[in-house]
Nanobody, 123 residues
Framework: QVQLVESGGGLVQAGGPLRLSCAASGSIFRINAMGWYRQAPGKQRELVAAITRGGTTNYSDSVKGRCIISRDNANNTVDLQMNSLKPEDTAVYYC?????????????????WGQGTQVTVSS
């Protein structure tokens, strides 16, 4: 069993910062890629930022220069520091983590999603 717990969402004024965190726990052999996605009302879920196990990052054009994704491999966490927030950043934010676990005689790799955390940016 693997659990993801997100924290850090909330209401913030435009221009302000917010930091999201996601922690994975359970039967984990290795954490692979980690990322943050968001879904605004009436829109599809979209990638915000991602980071490989080696630390290579990728950002959507809409947040590039305003967000920083980071990870702590020792504690199985991924954070998203968001700065200069805009009303259009309002959405439910989800972390997604690729996790390899050992069961029986085999290793398996699955993607796991957090429960989502609401970020609301007021103008």
């Amino acid at each position: 069993q693997v659990q993801l717990v997100e924290s850090g969402g909330g209401l913030v004024q435009a221009g302000g910062p917010l930091r999201l965190s996601c922690a994975a726990s359970g039967s984990i052999f290795r954490i692979n890629a980690m990322g943050w996605y968001r879904q605004a009302p009436g829109k599809q879920r979209e990638l915000v930022a991602a980071i490989t196990r080696g630390g290579t990052t990728n950002y959507s054009d809409s947040v590039k220069g305003r967000c920083i994704i980071s990870r702590d491999n020792a504690n199985n966490t991924v954070d998203l520091q968001m700065n200069s927030l805009k009303p259009e950043d309002t959405a439910v934010y989800y972390c997604k983590i690729s996790i390899t676990y050992y069961r029986g005689s085999y290793y398996f790799t699955n993607d796991y999603w957090g429960q989502g955390t609401q970020v609301t940016v007021s103008s």
